[in-house]
């Protein structure tokens, strides 16, 4: 057992913000494990950090059981979920949670309400945001009547993101230009049980995304607060950070803050809006109610967001919190090389070579680059040996396959 005055920290299904958490409590003194699911080997190189391999298996039984066996130990536990699926096992089994393991999901106070978009989507409205006009899509048949009243063009996406994202991938927002559209849209998910959102389209760009990550207490308070503007996000339009700054976001955040004190939540959580380029007000997206993404923006920009979370959490004192820098740069390599080959193709090539460079330009600004750590390069020496195994082993395929 560990002497250091912090918790055990476990992270459940760590990735890219996982293992931002991770370093910063190792380097704080505390114990880490990571439960890594099988197939993520590159998450369990961090250094200093230990690791269970379990897979989720529909239920997360695996997941549980690794708790209770880390908790047998009788030392007090940090648990954190970095991935929506982690959240929403600890909210809906907050009994088998181990009375020495703490965690905001088993408050039960607002998680499973915001990460439904649609009853997030009524409390944001409770809190008098602006909020896209949304429909629940049961049945393509139901599109016609909706045609009428819907403001062409819309977005179509599953209620659930986590439910999506196991089926169908990471592209799961699309924008549709009438109701023929959509139906082609949501006819293979609704067969499968997956429910599906209409919404209203809010215009403007990857850049007029922002977040602001926050956590809140019960009490009100919010001992940890700094925002992210987007510039670029993997998919495009609809995706995750792939570069971003942090800013103070003043809207944004009081959005957020309307939006949580509404809920009563209690938790860790990023609440997205996207800024309208022609009017400037801000519009409510989602609530994602577990570590986002871009978490290690919140240490890379001083507002100390990792000790913070944990001492929150653990209910030990805080004293104030400290003023995150603006300008302060993240970069996820993984996701950016996409949107980079995307952008590049779509330029003539003569325009390549300078376009390429003004891409790469904000990772001069960059603190934060996700699983490529200078600190901490086993991680993404471990990926950089995947990929490289695996495009060898199609190579050698290929290459013994008829015909060659």
Same mark, same amino acid.
């Given at each position: ?10 992270? =459940? *299904? ?26 993520? @080997? ?16 529909? @239920?997360? $039984? ?5 708790? *209770?066996? %880390?908790? /047998? ?30 965690? +905001?999901? #088993?408050?039960?106070?607002?998680? =499973? ?28 048949? *139901?599109? @016609? ?8 063009? !819309? ?25 023929? *559209? ?16 209409? !919404? ?23 001992? #940890? !607060? +700094? ?21 103070? =976001? ?7 803050? /309307? ?24 519009? +409510? ?14 240490? /890379? !920009? ?41 952008? =590049? ?22 603190? $934060?680059?996700?699983? %490529? ?32």
């Amino acid at each position: 057992m560990s002497a250091s005055p912090w918790p055990h920290v476990v992270v =459940l *299904e760590p990735h890219s913000s996982g293992l931002a958490l991770s370093r910063a409590m190792v380097r704080a003194g505390a114990r880490v494990t990571n439960v890594v699911a099988p197939g993520h @080997d590159w998450e369990t190189r961090s250094r200093r950090v230990e690791k269970v391999v379990a897979p989720f298996d529909g @239920d997360g $039984e695996p997941w549980l059981a690794a708790i *209770e066996r %880390l908790a /047998a130990s009788g030392e007090a536990l940090a648990v954190l979920p970095m991935t929506d699926r982690g959240s929403e096992l600890l909210a809906k089994q907050a009994r088998r949670v181990p009375a020495n393991a703490r965690c +905001f999901e #088993v408050s039960g106070t607002g998680h =499973l309400a915001l990460m439904d978009k649609e009853t997030a989507d009524a409390i944001a409205r409770r809190a008098g945001v602006n909020v896209p006009w949304t429909a629940v899509v049961h049945s393509v048949a *139901e599109l @016609d009547e909706l045609a009428r009243e819907a403001p062409w063009p !819309c977005v179509v996406k599953p209620i659930y993101s986590h439910d999506w994202r196991g089926r169908y991938g990471e592209e799961r927002v699309f924008v549709v230009r009438d109701a023929a *559209e959509a139906a082609a849209r949501v006819e293979r998910p609704l067969r499968d049980g997956v429910g599906m959102l209409l !919404c209203q389209y809010v215009p403007g760009g990857d850049a007029d995304v922002e977040e602001a990550i926050v956590v809140r207490l019960a009490d009100g308070s919010y001992p #940890v !607060c +700094f925002g992210c503007r987007k510039l670029r996000q993997s998919p495009r339009g609809f995706g995750a950070t792939a570069v971003g700054f942090s800013d103070p =976001l003043p809207e944004t955040t009081a959005l957020a803050r /309307a939006v949580l004190d509404e809920a009563g939540f209690v938790g860790v959580a990023g609440v997205e809006t996207k800024r309208h380029p022609e009017t400037d007000e801000r519009w +409510f997206i989602e609530v994602n109610v577990r570590v986002p993404a871009q978490w290690g923006l919140g240490d /890379a !920009c001083g507002a100390d967001a990792s000790r913070r979370l944990v001492s929150a959490l653990t209910g030990r004192e805080l004293g104030p919190a400290p003023a995150p820098r603006a300008g302060v740069g993240i970069v996820v390599p993984l996701l950016d090389a996409t949107v980079v080959r995307e952008l =590049l193709r779509e330029a003539p090539p003569a325009r390549r070579p300078a376009l390429l460079l003004r891409l790469l330009r904000p990772y001069l600004r960059a603190r $934060e680059l996700g699983l %490529l750590d200078l600190r901490d390069p086993g991680p993404g020496l471990a990926w950089v040996r995947a990929v490289a195994g695996r495009a060898l082993k199609r190579l050698a395929t290929a290459a013994g396959a008829p015909g060659r």
